[in-house]
């Protein structure tokens, strides 16, 4: 399924403003991933700290404030949490995610 806005080559939104929650579920499901209310809330939380801070957060400093451990994080997305979150969210790629 091709994504409805335009994304960089990993498919991060080019236009941050382009992101709704059906995009977030779209995106996902090209990375087939069926999302869920637990994963939207990550979102939304990543989206809201993002604004606040003005930079995407670190997984250990997010998975704190969720209350959980960054090992359930990557039980959840199996790879790379913080890079999927922002993806999905319409977020810029988390530094130091290669």
Known sequence: MAVSVPVDGEGF???RDDWN???ARELAAD???EMD???MGFIHEARAMYDN???VPPIRIF?????VSTKELYGIFKKGP???ICKWG???KPTGCV
């Open 13 to 15: 939104l080019v236009n």
């Open 21 to 23: 929650e059906d995009l």
């Open 31 to 33: 990375d087939e991933f």
């Open 37 to 39: 209310d637990q994963v």
């Open 53 to 55: 801070d003005g930079v």
């Open 63 to 67: 998975a704190k404030k969720q209350g």
């Open 82 to 84: 913080m890079k999927l």
């Open 90 to 92: 319409g977020l810029p």
